[in-house]
């Protein structure tokens, strides 16, 4: 079990601590500070004073999520890695479930685990997010595993072959790891599995400040790697073309970028030339998708009903207001987010990356 | 011979000035032993009316010594602070490979038994008592079983305690990010990256150093943080660094309370203790309170008695307490106090001889009160200082007795004091 995260300690304890309360037991806990500047540090040396944690390692200097991760990797001795974030928290049987689908498929090389939202009561935004994930992790990556074509495992909570990622030499730099790494397990032909069964908690931002600079950093991972460095997987020329790869990439290009620039085409028409129908088009499309939302809710509640808590059977409630929180919100910040990346370059100047790593990416590419 | 000379009985003998007369170089620490050092066949004028002028002065100081008659010849606590006002009223510590301790104060190793750590408990007492005032000099670490100095520090495995490590930079790759430690980038003499297989530009420029580890070659086992473990060169024991005992050293000058306590003799430790605590009476008083007894005794049939008991290792427990030595004696106090009445009475003889004098108790009662103060003080002295107390003690009761006169009654009840077995409850 890996967990690299910066001025993460307050988060640490408890995390080690769901750990230790696992079904399955013979885990290796390995911790990475990278280079934090607040007593994480003093906190790690205290985790392993306690026997609670087998190791830990520090960048004294930041090099970034990836890099922390690989030094972890380094020196992991598992079959298995699980990846975490630090601030994740593991329903107990969790590990067990996620490690299950290595045994039950052939030439699996990644299983991502569910992951759900910690801070639900916190605020509107957070059931919001709450009722998203539920969407667009629990059901949509059901549907995607299912179909084989499945692109992202959350760094929140995954699961790995370590001979895999150590073929791999790790991940490369972010941001848009988790998805990159997927895609290139993809290329060496292993399978990426979603196990619903396999529950963790994460808190979601609580601002709309921080929720819109997350969606801003993930978003451009689609230009970055889909579009740009993984693009190769849409060419049926490349001899390592293979058609579920090729659909990987396909289904998130269509339905996150190209339909999203329709969309506003489609409110560009709507506006100007049919005017006088806004009203009613509007109210049948909030409906359309309000329906979509219910289906999803729904089902995402037959499937994994009994592994719900107080917070999220109470989420129905919230339905009416998800139309605009993704059909608008959630859009426009994607939006905008491509056309930076398309454009700019952005996420190589994004401060989530140290500025030597960034800036050497940059010159590189 | 330095050392039989400050053993000796009388402080005009024991502080006399030491010079050694000598052939070769002597050691910083030898030389430090002695009041004056001379080069035999090399006595130049002007230093030899230096050296006598200062051992000149040193004879004038142990003059104005004045110690009373019924002062104890073994007080070290008193020997030590005499020899340090009659030596310019300052001491110093002195670095040297050849002592135990490696940082000492020669002139006062002579008052202890070689590689006696009481030394420097001694000198803590003092400072404790306001005789003496420090300035920081250094802080040694002691091991903690033998208090030798000399400790090897070593680096060990945290996972198997072996010291066979292997120190390695990490290597931080910025284009692919590789993170590892330096020898999986050497290839050839050169930094290829194992992953990206691209060479390695500069440090700063495509790659950094964000880390050191130890590579355990006992176990395999990686750290960044590896223990630090000690190994006594005397003993062998090995410990960790916060078990071991840290030892500030000082530069230590007379107040002008240790100058009065070096002229006239200390007040004994166990009377300041006890006094704040219990009514302590002057012995003559005491007697006087006897002489009553006696007499209620002789007309009215009243039952008193008379206890004594005397720690008699009292000096060897503040040897080895130095500082803490107040805090044992206060513990006494409060346990006399609680296993006495407030209309018993008691006095202190000399240092570590206390008698009691319970009125309207028998003997039978007399001797609960004795065995519950002996055994509380035996086991709070062994518990707390790991030294096993040497305690005598008597009693006697006063209806019974022939005796007329109280001060013949208490040399009586001396003369009989007899060493207590204590058994561990």
New interface residues.
């Given amino acids: 079990m890996i967990a690299p995260g910066k001025n993460e300690g307050e988060h640490l304890p408890a995390l080690v601590e769901s750990i230790k309360q696992q079904t399955y037991k013979n885990i290796e806990i390995i911790l990475v500070d990278d280079g934090s500047d607040d007593d994480t540090l003093q906190i790690l040396r205290a985790l392993r004073r306690q026997g609670l944690i087998d190791n830990y390692f520090r960048n004294e200097r930041r090099g970034g999520k990836a890099a922390a991760a690989n030094l972890s990797l380094r020196f992991s001795k598992g079959k298995f890695v699980v990846h975490l974030d630090a601030d994740t928290h593991l329903r107990e049987d969790a590990i067990e479930n996620v490690i299950f689908p290595f045994y039950m498929h052939d030439g699996v090389g990644a299983v991502g685990g569910d992951v759900r939202v910690k801070n639900i009561d916190y605020d509107l935004l957070t059931r919001l997010q709450a009722l998203e994930y539920l969407k667009t992790i629990t059901v949509g990556r059901i549907v995607s595993s299912v179909l084989r074509i499945l692109r992202i495992i959350s760094g929140a909570f995954g699961a790995f072959r370590r001979d895999v990622l150590m073929r791999l030499k790790g991940w490369d730099v972010g941001p848009g790891l988790d998805g990159d790494i997927v895609l290139r397990m993809r290329k060496l032909r292993f399978k990426v599995l979603h196990e619903p069964t396999a529950i963790a908690y994460t808190s979601v931002p609580t601002t709309v400040k921080r929720l819109v600079k997350q969606r801003y950093r993930w978003s451009r991972s689609l230009v970055r790697f889909r579009l740009r460095r993984h693009r190769d997987m849409l060419s049926p020329f490349n001899k390592n073309f293979e058609l579920f790869n090729a659909l990987t990439v396909l289904d998130n290009i269509f339905f996150n970028f190209i339909l999203d620039f329709k969309w506003i085409v489609y409110m560009f028409q709507l506006i100007f030339f049919f005017k006088m129908s806004l009203f009613t088009v509007s109210v049948i499309n909030y409906f359309l998708y309000m329906f979509l939302n219910i289906l999803e809710y729904f089902l995402a509640r037959i499937a994994l009903g009994d592994t719900f808590n107080k917070n999220e059977k109470s989420l129905w409630l919230f339905l009416p207001l998800m139309p605009f929180y993704t059909g608008v919100f959630l859009r426009s910040v994607r939006t905008f987010s491509y056309i930076a990346e398309l454009f700019f370059k952005a996420s190589f100047y994004d401060k989530w990356n140290p500025w030597k790593v960034s800036k050497m990416i940059k010159d590189e590419s | 011979m330095c050392r039989n000379i400050r053993h000796l009985g009388s402080p005009k003998v024991y502080l006399k000035p030491v010079i050694f007369i000598t052939e070769g170089k002597l050691s910083p620490r030898v030389s430090a032993m002695a009041d004056a050092v001379f080069s035999s066949g090399d006595l130049d004028g002007d230093d030899l009316n230096f050296e006598l002028k200062k051992i000149g002065k040193i004879n004038d100081a142990i003059m104005k010594i004045n110690p009373t008659e019924d002062e104890r010849e073994d007080d070290l606590f008193l020997r030590v602070l005499r020899f340090i006002f009659t030596r310019g009223k300052r001491i110093e510590p002195v670095r040297d490979r050849t002592s135990f301790f490696g940082i000492t104060y020669p002139q006062l190793e002579c008052f202890f038994s070689k590689e006696d750590y009481a030394l420097y408990n001694t000198l803590e007492f003092l400072e404790e008592n306001g005789s003496i005032e420090g300035d920081f000099f250094e802080k040694v670490h002691f091991c903690n079983r033998c208090h030798c100095s000399f400790l090897n520090f070593i680096e060990v495995c ?1 996972n198997c305690g072996s010291a066979n490590l292997l120190e390695e930079n ?1 290597i ?1 790759h ?8 330096e020898s ?1 980038f050497m290839k050839g003499g050169q930094l290829i990256c ?3 297989n691209k060479k390695l530009k500069g440090l ?1 420029v ?1 790659y ?1 150093k ?2 050191v ?1 130890h590579k355990c070659n006992q176990c395999g ?5 590896p223990d630090v473990k000690t190994i006594c060169f005397n003993c062998e024991k090995e410990s960790s660094p916060e078990d071991l005992i840290v030892q500030t050293i000082k530069v230590y000058t007379l107040t002008s309370v240790g100058e009065n306590f070096a002229i006239y003799g200390f007040e004994s430790p166990l009377l300041k203790a006890l006094r704040e605590q219990l009514n302590i009476l002057p012995y003559n008083s005491f007697l006087t309170l006897i002489q009553l007894e006696l007499e209620r005794s002789k007309r009215y049939g009243v039952e008193s008695s008379v206890v004594a008991f005397q720690i008699v290792n009292l000096n060897d427990i503040y040897a080895k307490l130095g500082k803490k030595t107040d805090r044992l004696l206060k513990e006494i106090g409060a346990l006399i106090k609680v296993a006495t009445r407030k209309s018993d009475v008691l006095t202190i003889l000399n240092e570590g001889m206390v008698v009691l004098l319970l009125p309207h108790t028998p003997l039978k009662g007399a001797n609960v009160v004795k065995n519950r103060i002996v055994s509380e003080i035996h086991k709070l002295i062994e518990e707390n200082v790991g030294v096993k107390p040497s305690i005598e003690s008597s009693m006697s009761e006063i209806s019974k007795k022939d005796i007329k006169q109280p001060d013949k009654l208490v040399e009586e009840l001396l003369k009989n004091l007899k060493q207590v077995e204590h058994k561990q409850e």
Avoid at chain 2, 221 to 225: K, S
């Fill in positions: 945290p990490l931080h910025f284009p692919c990010t590789y993170v590892g430690p999986d194992p992953k990206c700063g495509d950094d964000p880390a580890i086992f990686v750290t960044q943080e």
